[in-house]
Every structure is written in C-alpha cells, then in structure tokens.
C-alpha cells in the first residue's frame, strides 16, 4: 500500500512563487510513474504533471508549462512541483498521484490560493 503526502501549499501573489512536495511510503514507491493533479473551486479535477519512474521524462499541461517544473528523488521517495509565476487561476487544491499496480494512488492535497 502506498501512503502520500503533500506539503507546500498556501497563499501567495500573483507572479509568486510555491513549491509543493509529496512524501512517498509504501513497497517500491520509486518504480512507479507520480504527478500531480489540481481540483479548482467549482471546477473538475485536471492533470498538471506527470515524470517518468526515473525522472526521465516529464510532461505538462499546457496551462502550466514553462511555469511549473516536476522532478523527483527517488533516494528520499519525494516528488516536488516548483511553481513560478503563479496566476490566480492557478488556485486550487494540488494532488500528488502515483500509478501503480493497483491504480493510481492519491494524496490528501494541498491547498494553493493566488490573490491578484
């Protein structure tokens, strides 16, 4: 069974700057692909960023590239997402995910609020 944890989250300006972290345990938490998900107020819950189990190879959603950057160490099974240049659309509740075996597995979230 795979335990996550976000930390990170809170309130920042409009061009500021977060970075989020996501805490893996479980059994061979550093095989398995991880990202991050966002659910904004009102809103259904997107997909913001995805690397590879060998931190290879990431992807973004193009609301956030170029802004945002997912990276991973596998030594200490965390996984973190930097955040520059926030925007107030970027306000919403960050979910770090893990696929594994069983699915993908899900975080509590952590909460981000951008104030113009």
């Known amino acids: 069974q795979v335990h996550l944890v976000e930390s990170g989250g809170g309130l920042v300006q409009a061009g500021g700057s977060l970075r989020l972290s996501c805490a893996a345990s479980?059994?061979?938490?550093?095989?398995?692909?991880m990202g991050w998900y966002r659910q904004a107020p009102g809103k259904e819950r997107e997909w913001v960023a995805s690397i590879t189990s060998d931190g290879s190879t990431t992807n973004y959603a193009n609301s956030v590239k170029g802004r945002f950057t997912i990276w991973r160490d596998n030594a200490k099974n965390t996984e973190h997402l930097q955040m520059n240049s926030l925007k107030p659309e970027d306000t919403a509740v960050y979910y770090c995910t893990m696929n594994t075996l069983l699915g993908r597995q899900w975080g509590q979230g952590t909460r981000v609020t951008v104030s113009s």
């Open positions: 479980g059994s061979g938490v550093s095989i398995y692909a």
